[in-house]
């Protein structure tokens, strides 16, 4: 597969920028499941070093994004539904949190925030779709008042990004997360915590079973 990535500004230290970009690329579906990955062709297409292409991939590596490949090297890791799903029952449960501890505060999340997410959603660019709904998500958990919530998220959410991309590529209509996310700020927003968390569950639930639907019919289309 060849490689097609933006070349990064001139620096001496790019571990962090080249992993952001792997991540990138492995969760709009640029560097599909199964797609090897070289360290020389990374470093090329980077215009980077091979050292800090190296430390990126251990990381990815380590995140469980990327794994050995038969014989040597290595390849973007296949997506497991299974798992998928296990990691939105552990969301729900921050997310529920978070909306519960949010309301009882009377916080606001801003409505650009949703204004914006409502316009990516109606693009193309996947990056910008996940980008939208991951910041929805962490302006919950800042709306809460307890970082750990967020901390405690933020590993689940690199994978989350990836299942998503693979899904929003095809996906119809998307403006129904945004209805959802409306009623959850306004929920929020009215103090009222029961209905806060309740509404961050039921969209969860049916975001789980969306996205493992659609992932499946993508898994099987790949296959075919």
């Not at 990691?87 to 009882?104: I, K, P, S, T």
Request: glycine content about 8%.
């Amino acid at each position: 597969m060849s490689l097609a990535l933006a070349r990064l500004p001139s620096r001496t230290d790019y571990v962090e920028e080249v992993y952001r970009v792997l991540l990138d690329a492995i969760s709009d579906g640029s560097l599909a499941p199964g797609a090897r990955l070289t360290q020389e062709e990374i470093a090329e297409q980077l215009s980077v070093s091979r050292s800090p292409v190296l430390q990126a991939l251990r990381l990815l590596k380590k995140d469980g994004l990327v794994q050995d490949a038969p014989g040597r090297g290595l390849l973007v890791a296949p997506l497991d539904p299974q798992g998928i799903g296990k990691l939105y029952e552990v969301r729900g449960a921050l997310d529920a949190l978070a909306a519960r501890l949010a309301a009882q505060r009377g916080a606001r999340i801003p409505p650009a925030l949703i204004a914006a997410g409502r316009r990516a959603s109606r693009g193309k660019d996947v990056k910008a779709m996940i980008d939208a709904d991951v910041e929805f998500h962490h302006a919950l958990y800042e709306a809460s008042g307890n970082p750990l919530i967020a901390l405690s998220a933020q590993t689940h959410w690199v994978h989350l990004r990836r299942v998503m991309g693979a899904v929003l590529q095809a996906s119809g209509s998307r403006d129904a997360i945004w209805d959802e996310h409306q009623a959850i700020a306004d929920a929020v927003e009215a103090g009222d915590a029961d209905r806060a968390a309740r509404l961050v569950e039921l969209h969860t639930d049916k975001a789980r079973r969306n996205l493992l639907d659609r992932l499946g019919k993508v898994l099987a289309e790949r296959e075919a």
